[in-house]
């Protein structure tokens, strides 16, 4: 772990990103079930420290068994390390701590890691898969077109005949490839680079997010995700004893969404002036009007973290249902996709060699 100070004592943690989606809930699930049984937050650590595989994550939780030794909140240990304890799981934890109730927040926290997890891998793969595919198709071609048609060129010259116009079309494409392919490699690679630049400013971030939300599909895939992610985050700090703005500050950073964080911070602010907060989100478009009735009744009968749990857990199934047949649906075009290009390029090619039975002999 490598250390840097400036107002603060923040850590860095190797392979941080693995850490916190395959280890940090069974080490959540742990901790809440040891402390269950009356085990001291000292002893919890000694054990999961020494049961841990992971030197990364060995080394931070020895850190921060000495520093619970010093005498200093689980809580503010943690935030030393934001990579791995982000500020929702932090906020639980020191919630919690007030109410006495780190037992059952742990594992809640488990629950949320896994079901957030579960959800970003499943979304994560429907996105890739396609843009992986097309690539692949898109480099074949233009391999074909760039070493593979040229050889048949001198070939074709011979011909005492006009040359067929799919196979002019492919040695047009041809010339074009070999004089600006790496032009066009590098213009690819720029523009694909594009959305990953423009996401580091938040004017970027939300310009490219409305455009995810306005897409056909794929716009209510991103839409129910990140109400399924504000709801479950929101609801667990509540759950937790987390009070309500501050939950909702830290939800609107863990949406996922530049729309719907900017959403959530307005109907926060429509809270603070003494609203519900389903008003504030009424007439939202990225808000779901079945979550706003899910909240309005939860503050109705005083159960808004169990509505919102609830409708969370609605949201991620209807994203894991609609991934699925996404990726079915999106493999057969595909493979009809390549196929067609295959058919494109095998026909330009080898056109006017049946069409020149002489010139084979």
Not at 40 to 52: D, K, V, Y
Not at 69 to 93: H, I, R
Not at 223 to 234: D, E, I, V, Y
Request: with cysteine; hydrophobic share 50%; net charge positive.
């Amino acid at each position: 772990m490598s250390t840097q100070t400036s107002a603060g004592k923040h850590l860095s943690v190797p392979g941080a990103d693995r850490i916190r989606a395959k280890i940090l809930p069974f080490f959540s699930r742990s901790f809440g079930a040891m402390l269950d049984t009356g085990m001291t937050l000292i002893s919890c650590l000694r054990a999961l420290g020494n049961q841990e595989h992971n030197p990364d994550f060995k080394g931070l939780i020895m850190w921060m068994r000495m520093d619970v030794e010093k005498g200093m909140p689980l809580s503010e240990s943690m935030s030393q390390f934001p990579a791995v304890f982000d500020v929702t799981y932090v906020s639980m934890v020191k919630a919690a701590e007030k109410t006495g109730t780190l037992p059952e927040t742990l594992k809640e926290l488990a629950i949320y890691l896994e079901a957030a997890e579960s959800v970003k891998r499943k979304v994560r793969s429907a996105m890739v898969y396609p843009i992986v595919v097309i690539c692949i198709a898109f480099a074949i071609g233009a391999f074909t077109v760039t070493f593979v048609v040229p050889t048949f060129t001198e070939l074709y010259g011979s011909l005492g005949q006009g040359l067929p116009l799919p196979t002019r079309l492919l040695l047009k494409i041809s010339s074009v490839f070999k004089s600006y392919g790496v032009l066009m490699l590098l213009a690819l690679g720029a523009l694909s680079m594009m959305p990953r630049l423009l996401r580091r400013t938040p004017a970027g971030r939300l310009f490219i997010d409305r455009i995810v939300l306005a897409l056909p599909v794929f716009g209510v895939l991103a839409q129910k995700f990140a109400a399924a992610r504000f709801a479950r985050t929101f609801g667990s700090l509540i759950r937790s004893g987390v009070p309500v703005l501050s939950a909702l500050d830290i939800a609107a950073s863990a949406a996922g969404n530049a729309v719907m964080s900017a959403t959530i911070l307005k109907a926060r602010a429509s809270v603070e002036q003494g609203n519900p907060l389903s008003l504030g989100f009424e007439g939202q478009r990225v808000v779901p009007a079945q979550l706003v009735d899910m909240l309005r009744s939860g503050e109705q009968t005083g159960r808004i973290d169990e509505m919102l749990i609830s409708i969370a857990q609605f949201y991620e199934e209807e994203v894991n249902a609609m991934v699925a047949g996404l990726t079915a649906l999106l493999q057969p075009i595909l493979i009809v996709i390549v196929g067609v290009i295959v058919a494109i390029l095998a026909v330009g090619a080898l056109m006017p060699l049946f069409q020149a039975p002489g010139l084979i002999q």
